[in-house]
T-cell receptor, first 115, second 113 residues
Framework: EAGVAQSPRYKIIEKRQSVAFWCNPI?????LYWYQQILGQGPKLLIQ????????DSQLPKDRFSAERLKGVDSTLKIQPAKLEDSAVYLC?????????????FGPGTRLTVL | DQQVKQNSPSLSVQEGRISILNCDYT??????FLWYKKYPAEGPTFLIS?????DKNEDGRFTVFLNKSAKHLSLHIVPSQPGDSAVYFC????????????FGTGTRLTIIP
Protein backbone atom coordinates (compact mmCIF):
# COMPACT_ATOMS: atom_id res chain seq x y z
CA GLU A 1 0.00 0.00 0.00
CA ALA A 2 1.42 3.35 -1.03
CA GLY A 3 1.90 5.85 1.75
CA VAL A 4 1.13 9.56 1.94
CA ALA A 5 3.01 11.40 -0.80
CA GLN A 6 4.20 14.99 -0.51
CA SER A 7 6.05 17.32 -2.84
CA PRO A 8 8.33 19.08 -3.02
CA ARG A 9 10.54 17.61 -0.30
CA TYR A 10 12.53 20.81 0.10
CA LYS A 11 11.84 24.43 -0.79
CA ILE A 12 13.85 27.59 -0.26
CA ILE A 13 12.22 30.95 -0.88
CA GLU A 14 12.71 34.56 0.10
CA LYS A 15 10.34 36.33 2.45
CA ARG A 16 7.25 37.81 0.83
CA GLN A 17 7.32 35.15 -1.91
CA SER A 18 4.57 32.59 -2.23
CA VAL A 19 4.87 28.81 -2.06
CA ALA A 20 2.59 25.80 -2.45
CA PHE A 21 2.83 22.27 -1.13
CA TRP A 22 1.03 19.22 -2.47
CA CYS A 23 -0.22 16.13 -0.68
CA ASN A 24 -1.69 12.88 -1.97
CA PRO A 25 -3.20 10.83 0.88
CA ILE A 26 -3.49 7.08 1.13
CA UNK A 27 -6.16 5.80 -1.22
CA UNK A 28 -9.54 5.61 0.48
CA UNK A 29 -8.61 7.88 3.39
CA UNK A 30 -11.35 10.43 3.92
CA UNK A 31 -9.59 12.61 6.45
CA LEU A 32 -6.54 14.72 5.62
CA TYR A 33 -4.45 16.87 7.95
CA TRP A 34 -1.76 19.51 7.47
CA TYR A 35 0.69 20.02 10.33
CA GLN A 36 3.46 22.57 10.81
CA GLN A 37 6.54 21.42 12.70
CA ILE A 38 8.94 24.15 13.68
CA LEU A 39 12.46 23.04 14.65
CA GLY A 40 12.54 21.81 18.24
CA GLN A 41 8.76 21.60 18.54
CA GLY A 42 6.13 18.96 17.96
CA PRO A 43 3.81 19.04 14.94
CA LYS A 44 0.96 21.54 15.23
CA LEU A 45 -2.30 20.99 13.35
CA LEU A 46 -3.02 23.71 10.80
CA ILE A 47 -6.11 22.32 9.09
CA GLN A 48 -8.17 19.13 8.93
CA UNK A 49 -10.37 18.07 6.03
CA UNK A 50 -13.11 15.44 6.03
CA UNK A 51 -13.49 14.59 2.34
CA UNK A 52 -13.45 18.08 0.79
CA UNK A 53 -14.91 19.93 3.77
CA UNK A 54 -12.94 21.73 6.48
CA UNK A 55 -13.38 20.25 9.97
CA UNK A 56 -10.87 22.37 11.89
CA ASP A 57 -8.80 25.33 10.73
CA SER A 58 -8.63 27.14 14.06
CA GLN A 59 -4.82 27.32 14.02
CA LEU A 60 -4.40 28.24 10.37
CA PRO A 61 -3.08 31.83 9.92
CA LYS A 62 -5.75 32.69 7.39
CA ASP A 63 -4.25 36.02 6.43
CA ARG A 64 -1.42 34.21 4.65
CA PHE A 65 -2.17 30.49 4.63
CA SER A 66 -4.80 28.75 2.55
CA ALA A 67 -5.57 25.12 1.82
CA GLU A 68 -7.94 23.25 -0.38
CA ARG A 69 -8.90 19.67 -1.05
CA LEU A 70 -10.76 19.59 -4.30
CA LYS A 71 -12.63 16.37 -5.06
CA GLY A 72 -11.78 15.09 -1.58
CA VAL A 73 -8.47 13.51 -2.58
CA ASP A 74 -5.31 15.59 -3.15
CA SER A 75 -4.69 18.73 -1.17
CA THR A 76 -2.57 21.84 -1.54
CA LEU A 77 -1.37 24.20 1.16
CA LYS A 78 -0.31 27.69 0.11
CA ILE A 79 1.54 30.45 1.90
CA GLN A 80 1.34 33.96 0.47
CA PRO A 81 3.32 35.99 1.40
CA ALA A 82 5.84 33.94 3.36
CA LYS A 83 7.50 35.21 6.53
CA LEU A 84 10.75 34.14 8.16
CA GLU A 85 8.82 32.41 10.96
CA ASP A 86 7.13 30.12 8.41
CA SER A 87 10.38 28.15 8.13
CA ALA A 88 9.34 24.67 9.21
CA VAL A 89 8.54 21.16 8.03
CA TYR A 90 5.01 20.88 6.70
CA LEU A 91 3.57 17.43 7.28
CA CYS A 92 0.53 15.96 5.63
CA UNK A 93 -1.28 13.06 7.24
CA UNK A 94 -4.37 11.03 6.41
CA UNK A 95 -6.69 8.63 8.20
CA UNK A 96 -9.45 6.31 7.05
CA UNK A 97 -12.19 8.31 8.71
CA UNK A 98 -12.72 10.66 11.59
CA UNK A 99 -14.16 7.97 13.81
CA UNK A 100 -12.72 7.14 17.20
CA UNK A 101 -9.00 6.52 17.32
CA UNK A 102 -8.28 6.20 13.63
CA UNK A 103 -4.54 6.04 13.10
CA UNK A 104 -3.02 8.97 11.25
CA UNK A 105 -0.40 8.13 8.63
CA PHE A 106 2.15 10.83 7.92
CA GLY A 107 3.98 11.75 4.76
CA PRO A 108 7.70 12.59 4.72
CA GLY A 109 7.05 16.32 4.91
CA THR A 110 8.19 19.39 2.99
CA ARG A 111 11.02 21.35 4.57
CA LEU A 112 10.51 25.06 3.91
CA THR A 113 13.28 27.59 4.45
CA VAL A 114 12.35 31.26 4.21
CA LEU A 115 15.33 33.60 3.79
CA ASP B 1 0.21 26.97 26.41
CA GLN B 2 2.00 23.62 26.08
CA GLN B 3 -0.64 21.04 26.96
CA VAL B 4 1.63 18.06 26.29
CA LYS B 5 5.15 18.25 27.66
CA GLN B 6 8.21 16.11 27.15
CA ASN B 7 10.75 17.59 29.49
CA SER B 8 13.72 15.53 28.35
CA PRO B 9 14.95 16.71 24.94
CA SER B 10 17.35 13.80 24.70
CA LEU B 11 18.12 10.43 26.25
CA SER B 12 21.00 8.00 25.74
CA VAL B 13 20.66 4.33 26.68
CA GLN B 14 22.96 1.37 26.35
CA GLU B 15 21.85 -1.33 23.91
CA GLY B 16 19.94 -4.08 25.67
CA ARG B 17 18.90 -1.88 28.59
CA ILE B 18 15.50 -0.32 29.21
CA SER B 19 14.61 3.06 27.69
CA ILE B 20 12.00 5.12 29.54
CA LEU B 21 10.52 8.16 27.86
CA ASN B 22 8.22 10.43 29.84
CA CYS B 23 5.33 12.69 28.95
CA ASP B 24 3.14 14.99 31.06
CA TYR B 25 -0.12 16.64 30.11
CA THR B 26 -2.29 19.36 31.58
CA UNK B 27 -5.64 18.97 29.80
CA UNK B 28 -7.90 16.62 31.79
CA UNK B 29 -10.14 16.26 28.71
CA UNK B 30 -7.52 14.18 26.91
CA UNK B 31 -8.85 10.63 26.63
CA UNK B 32 -6.45 8.92 24.24
CA PHE B 33 -2.69 9.01 24.10
CA LEU B 34 -0.27 7.97 21.39
CA TRP B 35 3.44 7.63 20.85
CA TYR B 36 4.98 8.36 17.47
CA LYS B 37 8.50 7.60 16.33
CA LYS B 38 10.30 9.78 13.81
CA TYR B 39 13.46 9.10 11.84
CA PRO B 40 15.31 11.97 10.10
CA ALA B 41 13.72 13.09 6.81
CA GLU B 42 10.67 10.90 7.41
CA GLY B 43 7.23 11.58 8.79
CA PRO B 44 6.24 10.34 12.25
CA THR B 45 5.02 6.75 12.41
CA PHE B 46 2.55 5.45 14.94
CA LEU B 47 4.09 3.24 17.61
CA ILE B 48 1.62 2.49 20.39
CA SER B 49 -1.41 4.04 22.04
CA UNK B 50 -3.46 3.86 25.23
CA UNK B 51 -6.99 4.81 26.13
CA UNK B 52 -7.68 6.70 29.32
CA UNK B 53 -9.70 3.76 30.64
CA UNK B 54 -6.52 1.68 30.82
CA ASP B 55 -3.30 2.09 32.74
CA LYS B 56 -1.07 -0.12 30.62
CA ASN B 57 -0.78 -1.27 27.04
CA GLU B 58 1.87 -3.60 25.74
CA ASP B 59 3.06 -4.39 22.21
CA GLY B 60 6.17 -6.51 21.96
CA ARG B 61 9.13 -4.57 23.31
CA PHE B 62 7.02 -1.44 23.83
CA THR B 63 4.81 -0.72 26.84
CA VAL B 64 2.97 2.48 27.61
CA PHE B 65 1.88 3.30 31.14
CA LEU B 66 -0.73 5.91 32.01
CA ASN B 67 -1.14 7.54 35.42
CA LYS B 68 -4.26 9.69 35.10
CA SER B 69 -4.09 11.14 38.60
CA ALA B 70 -0.59 12.43 37.89
CA LYS B 71 -1.41 13.28 34.27
CA HIS B 72 1.67 11.37 33.27
CA LEU B 73 2.48 8.67 30.77
CA SER B 74 5.64 6.83 29.94
CA LEU B 75 6.93 4.64 27.15
CA HIS B 76 9.16 1.72 28.07
CA ILE B 77 11.30 0.01 25.46
CA VAL B 78 12.98 -3.19 26.52
CA PRO B 79 15.41 -4.36 25.40
CA SER B 80 16.57 -1.25 23.55
CA GLN B 81 18.02 -1.81 20.09
CA PRO B 82 20.11 0.46 17.81
CA GLY B 83 17.15 0.80 15.44
CA ASP B 84 15.18 2.44 18.23
CA SER B 85 17.36 5.55 17.90
CA ALA B 86 14.88 8.21 16.78
CA VAL B 87 12.82 11.13 18.04
CA TYR B 88 9.75 10.04 20.01
CA PHE B 89 6.68 12.24 20.23
CA CYS B 90 3.91 11.89 22.76
CA UNK B 91 0.49 12.99 21.48
CA UNK B 92 -2.98 13.28 22.98
CA UNK B 93 -6.60 13.63 21.85
CA UNK B 94 -9.69 15.00 23.54
CA UNK B 95 -13.05 13.24 23.66
CA UNK B 96 -14.63 15.55 21.12
CA UNK B 97 -11.43 16.57 19.38
CA UNK B 98 -12.19 15.49 15.81
CA UNK B 99 -9.08 13.33 15.87
CA UNK B 100 -6.99 16.47 16.48
CA UNK B 101 -3.64 15.49 17.97
CA UNK B 102 -1.72 17.71 20.37
CA PHE B 103 1.95 16.79 20.27
CA GLY B 104 4.75 17.19 22.76
CA THR B 105 8.12 18.59 21.74
CA GLY B 106 9.77 15.20 21.37
CA THR B 107 12.64 13.28 22.98
CA ARG B 108 15.64 12.21 20.93
CA LEU B 109 16.58 8.67 21.97
CA THR B 110 20.07 7.42 21.17
CA ILE B 111 20.89 3.77 21.71
CA ILE B 112 24.57 3.22 22.33
CA PRO B 113 25.86 -0.09 20.92
Amino acid sequence: EAGVAQSPRYKIIEKRQSVAFWCNPISGHATLYWYQQILGQGPKLLIQFQNNGVVDDSQLPKDRFSAERLKGVDSTLKIQPAKLEDSAVYLCASSFSSGAHNEQFFGPGTRLTVL
Amino acid sequence: DQQVKQNSPSLSVQEGRISILNCDYTNSMFDYFLWYKKYPAEGPTFLISISSIKDKNEDGRFTVFLNKSAKHLSLHIVPSQPGDSAVYFCAARTVAGNEKLTFGTGTRLTIIP
